[in-house]
């Protein structure tokens, strides 16, 4: 590092935990030169995000990352719930989803999650920076100059088209672009830790409800057997920043399991207290914030990690695009427009289900202790009813329909996604699948129906300055029933979706005319 200014980045990304990898991933995929620093000295090596939702793995199934992770994690794993003596379980490895490669919750920790996204950072050429810390950054409407301040104090300027903020709860890019940061703090002390635990059925997730809170238990396997969290009593005084030992875990867990636990060999542990705030705006000029720079919440429901990995899916394309091609200027706003309203929900759907999980209310008390844990296990037990029920946590249920990306089209069919929502999958005649086929990079137009009835010349048009952007499948009957079924399409009817590059349909429309896809083509996505 010298005190120059060295030569300009398409995009800086700040902080190298799981948002900030996917998105340095998401562009050098895309061909844009990334440079990512961050300024812890090594990666996380505690477990601390647990779960990966089924969205997340879809995102991500097209570098091949997905099927790794399931390699690496746990998807077959149950729920538990300990009240007093009684025991009821809750599958988690079959919610019951019909639409996705991935019906399950895989449990995978944060530091295998950060190893596999870091070794395909490194596949495509790009390296992390450590020890490297933004200690200033200044911005116009067209480009972003940031100071960076390495281990030993060397301190480097550095311009790039756009900085991508993935530096957590205290982010710095946030606060240098002056983006507020609003929200509050759970009255709440925690305590987390990776430790060895006997008196536990292996492979399974252990909750235990009493009137005082909850303690949960994750399996993880490295570097620690289990993961405890356990909520403090309140009026606990601890502060957050002080040692947790053995006999304070031991004592917890005799609260709450009523001494049928024996803790031993932690090999990390910390206090820890939660916050539920949210960024008021996700982009100022050339910065953006993802992941915990722009929403934190409760870890209740594992949206965190997954909400930050799907920021990252969300802008890396578009940034790409907004680099290398005329795009429409508010093909980044739409950032924002998309994201925002997913991390409001997310912190509703959060704090709600703390609410409940902590709440000293005598009422609420007793449905955790006494009817949840009787009524849950039968209530789940239909796999309809799980869908139903895992559908928004799994984040399958997001959509974009206000998206200005999103456009209904004439005609177009009463069942089947609409435009904003996630393309589901479904199995094709040939063995494979609508997710496979739409897995490459770039936006997929997918003809459904006979072949005969399309115009040739023009889908070769629009296909014109766009190779390797724009792919265009035919779903032809052949392709199979059920593929044909869950868009929509019935026996002889044609229609077209054109699918983006993060797996949501931008436009569809009915019949053969294709008017309305050709305007839609030439404004956000220019030859």
């Not at 010298?2 to 998105?23: H, N, R």
């Not at 810390?133 to 067209?142: H, I, N, P, S």
């Not at 006999?247 to 939660?274: I, K, M, S």
Request: with cysteine.
């Amino acid at each position: 590092m010298t005190g120059a200014m060295g030569s300009e980045m398409e995009v800086l990304v700040v902080g190298a935990g799981p948002t900030g990898l996917t998105m340095a991933g998401q562009l050098a995929g895309h061909g844009v030169r990334v440079r990512v620093v961050d300024r812890a000295l090594d990666r996380v090596h505690e477990s601390r995000a647990l779960a990966v939702q089924p969205r997340t793995l879809e995102v991500l199934a097209g570098s091949g990352l997905a099927d790794e992770m399931v390699a690496a994690g746990n998807p077959a794993v149950r729920l538990t719930l300990h009240a007093g003596r009684r025991q009821r379980s809750v599958p988690l490895f079959d919610l019951g989803l019909p639409d996705t490669a991935y019906p399950h919750l895989l449990f995978l920790s944060q530091a295998e999650t950060e190893r596999l996204l870091g070794e395909r950072l490194a596949a495509l050429g790009v390296s992390i920076e450590r020890g490297v810390e933004l200690v200033g950054l200044d911005r116009t409407d067209r480009a972003a100059v940031a100071t960076l301040r390495d281990r030993d104090g060397r301190v480097e300027r550095m311009s790039a088209r756009y900085v991508v903020g993935c530096d957590g709860a205290h982010s710095a890019v946030r606060q240098f672009a002056g983006i507020g940061f609003e929200g509050g703090a759970y009255p709440q002390t925690f305590v987390l830790a990776d430790l060895e635990v006997d008196g536990v059925e292996p492979g399974a997730a252990h909750a235990f409800l009493a009137g005082r809170g909850l303690l949960f238990l994750f399996p993880l396997g490295h570097p620690a057997s289990w993961r405890m969290v356990a909520m403090r009593p309140v009026g606990d005084s601890t502060p957050p920043t002080a040692p947790v030992h053995l006999t304070e875990l031991q004592a917890l867990a005799d609260a709450y399991a009523g001494g049928a636990l024996r803790l031993h060999d932690p090999v990390w542990a910390t206090n820890f207290r939660l916050h539920h705030r949210a960024a008021s705006a996700y982009r100022a000029g050339p910065v953006f914030l993802a992941g915990d720079a722009a929403h934190i919440h409760s870890p209740a429901g594992a949206q965190g990690m997954n909400t930050g990995i799907q920021d990252a899916v969300n802008l890396g394309w578009k940034l790409a695009q907004a680099l290398h091609t005329d795009a429409d200027p508010a093909l980044l706003d739409s950032y924002h427009a998309e994201r925002a309203p997913v991390g409001r929900m997310v912190l509703r759907f959060s704090d709600r289900a703390f609410t409940v999980a902590t709440t000293t209310n005598p009422m609420v008390r007793f449905a955790r202790t006494r009817i949840a844990p009787a009524l849950l296990p039968a209530v789940l037990a239909p796999r309809f009813v799980r869908a139903t029920a895992f559908r928004t946590v799994a984040q399958l249920g997001i959509r974009y329909r206000r998206s200005p990306l999103s456009t209904e089209g004439p005609h177009a069919t009463r069942t089947g996604p609409r435009a904003g929502d996630r393309l589901p999958d479904a199995p094709l005649a040939d063995g494979g699948s609508l997710h496979r086929l739409t897995a490459t990079p770039g936006w997929h137009l997918l003809l459904c129906g006979p072949t005969e009835g399309w115009p040739a010349h023009e889908i070769d048009e629009l296909s014109q300055g766009r190779t390797g952007r724009l792919t265009t499948h035919s779903l032809a009957p052949g392709a199979g029933a059920e593929v044909l079924r869950r868009l929509g399409v019935g026996p002889g009817h044609h229609a077209s979706y054109l699918v983006r590059p993060d797996g949501h349909v931008g436009y569809r429309a009915g019949g053969t005319d294709l008017a309305g896809l050709r305007s839609y083509v030439h404004r956000w996505l220019r030859a």
